[in-house]
C-alpha cells in the first residue's frame, strides 16, 4: 500500500489548553502558530506518523500580560525553549472512530511520554476537490512534568495555578 501524507489546515485547526485559576475557574489559551503532518498507509490512520511543532510564543490567553508571564522564565521561557513538539509513538484505533494517540511530547526542553484521546472526524471532500480529515484530541498533562513549577500561594489556602492542563486540540489535515 502507498505511503498518504497529509498537512495541517491551520485556518480549520486550533490548539487549546485549560488550567485552574485561583482553584474554581478556568483559563483558556490557545498557540496561533503551529505545524503537524500525518504519514498514512493509504487512507487508514492506524499507526500513522504524526509529528506536531508549535511555537511558544504564538501563546494567547486573552491577556497581554499573562501571556508575557507565560513566555518568560517562570513559565514555558520561550527565548531558551522556543517550540514543543511531538511525535507519536502509535495511534491505535479503539473502537469505531476513537483511536488512542501516544507519542512524546517535548516542552520546556523536557521530553515525557503521554496518551492522548482522538475522536475521528471522517474525511470528506471539500468544495475545491482536496480530501480532508479532522480529529478532536482530549487529554490531561500535569505542567510540573515539563518543569513548568511558577506557583503563588493564597491567601486562603491553595495555589493561584493548577497543576492540571487538559488539552482540548482540533485538527484538519488535507491529504496530499
Excluded: C
Excluded at 15 to 21: L, Q, R, Y
Excluded at 50 to 68: H, L, M, N, P, Y
Amino acid at each position: 500500500m502507498s505511503t498518504t501524507k497529509w498537512v495541517i489546515d491551520p485556518s480549520h485547526s486550533e490548539i487549546g489548553f485549560k488550567v485552574k485559576h485561583m482553584m474554581f475557574t478556568n483559563v483558556s489559551g490557545s498557540f496561533q502558530k503551529f505545524d503537524a503532518y500525518i504519514e498514512t498507509n493509504g487512507d487508514d490512520f492506524e499507526n500513522a506518523k504524526i509529528e506536531f511543532t508549535g511555537e511558544v510564543d504564538s501563546i494567547t490567553t486573552g491577556s497581554a500580560d499573562r501571556d508575557a508571564h507565560l513566555l518568560s522564565a517562570d513559565f514555558f521561557d520561550a527565548a531558551q525553549y522556543p517550540q514543543l513538539t511531538f511525535s507519536a509513538t502509535s495511534f491505535t484505533k479503539e473502537d469505531e472512530g476513537e483511536y488512542t494517540l501516544k507519542g512524546d511530547l517535548t516542552l520546556h526542553g523536557v521530553t515525557k511520554p503521554v496518551k492522548l484521546d482522538v475522536e475521528f472526524g471522517g474525511l470528506a471532500k471539500d468544495p475545491w476537490g482536496n480530501t480532508k480529515t479532522g480529529f478532536s484530541i482530549t487529554g490531561k498533562i500535569n505542567r510540573k512534568d515539563w518543569g513548568l513549577n511558577w506557583n503563588s500561594t493564597l491567601e486562603a489556602g491553595g495555589v493561584l495555578v493548577g497543576e492540571e492542563v487538559k488539552l482540548a486540540i482540533e485538527l484538519q489535515f488535507i491529504k496530499q
